[in-house]
């Protein structure tokens, strides 16, 4: 499809996206009944990994359980990650996720040393950041092996991008200077905007072409995507808590089988391995975690009874408290 019309539809038919993402949880409710009548079974297999730098934020996103969480924060030690990355190469996963449930990866001021040595094992690595660090960071980032990084931006109107990230217009001016000199500069790393906005898309298009962005994008040196609805976090995040555009997603009704999220391990700064990485309910330290990488391996923590119990709960009506209502949940069929 020609790249004009491609985002002539992507951009100007945000309404119904929203109603695609906000009623979702209907097809995710009849993959499930389907592979019930057909007695389909899931496969038990470690589809990816994650690991946390950071379980710290400098933001307070509308959006997002970060103000809800009760654990104590952490940066992870080098030891720990590079164990963690010995052992998802091992198990043979071949990309590993920095982005934290809950946290921003550039507050780890060992982050770049960490992404070296992921590539030095021949595997590659992206994160989602909030930007508001890129401004000291630009030349470690362009410097670095990345292959690919994800910005979040609400706007490209600082009113707007403060409105929804919770900080300063200022902050959120400086970020977006920042964002603006990264791609600039960038030669080889794959820039995304993911969009979480309080306006219509089309709307911020129409602001965008008024600034270097538009030039860019035109150029090919990003890619945009946005969300319009969101997941509650288990039950942490209502409609109260958005403004603007932004709405809730459904959940779905039926949970018979286990959510794919489950299988791929993520370790937290402390070694807790989780067998989800996506969202968390009040505390990190939940029933998700199968045990620690300082006291386990991570094929170990795979075979083990906690995991297979997680697993078949979906299937005896024993589902973890933070998988009960939370909107994020896809079979894993």
């Not at 190469?89 to 990309?95: D, R």
């Not at 030349?139 to 609400?154: F, N």
Request: some cysteine; charged content about 25%; overall charge positive.
């Amino acid at each position: 499809m020609n790249k004009e019309i491609s985002d002539f539809l992507k951009y100007n038919f945000c309404n119904a996206k929203k109603i695609y993402y906000k009623n979702k949880f209907i097809i995710e409710d009849c993959k499930s009944i389907t592979a019930l009548a057909t007695g389909k079974k899931y496969k038990k297999e470690l589809l990816g990994g994650g690991i946390f730098p950071s379980t710290y934020c400098n933001a307070n996103c509308t959006f997002c359980a970060n103000r809800h969480i009760e654990s104590e924060r952490g940066i992870m030690p080098f030891e720990i990650f590079k164990k963690a990355v010995d052992e998802f190469k091992e198990l043979g996963i071949t990309s590993i996720g920095l982005t934290p449930m809950i946290g921003e990866p550039l507050l780890d001021n060992g982050l770049f040393e960490k992404i070296d040595y992921i590539y030095e094992n021949k595997m590659t690595c992206s994160f989602y950041t909030n930007g508001f660090l890129i401004k000291n960071n630009i030349d470690k980032i362009l410097s670095s092996k990345l292959e690919t990084i994800l910005i979040d931006v609400a706007d490209v109107i600082p009113l707007y991008e403060s409105k929804v990230f919770q900080v300063s217009e200022e902050q959120c001016r400086q970020k977006l200077d920042a964002i603006l000199e990264l791609i600039k500069r960038n030669k080889k790393i794959n820039i995304q905007l993911s969009f979480r906005p309080m306006r219509e898309f089309n709307k911020i298009i129409k602001d965008m072409k008024k600034t270097p962005f538009w030039e860019y994008y035109q150029k090919g040196l990003f890619k945009m995507d946005y969300l319009t609805a969101y997941d509650n976090w288990g039950g942490s995040i209502s409609k109260k808590d958005l403004i603007g555009f932004q709405t809730m997603s459904g959940a779905p009704k039926i949970k018979k089988y286990p959510c794919q999220n489950l299988f791929g391990f993520s370790i937290l700064p402390n070694g807790n391995i989780r067998a989800c990485g996506c969202r968390v309910l009040k505390t990190f330290d939940d029933e998700l975690i199968v045990g620690n990488i300082l006291k386990m391996t991570l094929k170990e923590a795979f075979n083990s009874e906690k995991y297979d119990s997680i697993l078949a709960g979906f299937e005896n009506g024993t589902i973890p408290k933070v998988c009960e209502k939370c909107t994020f949940y896809i079979p894993k069929i």
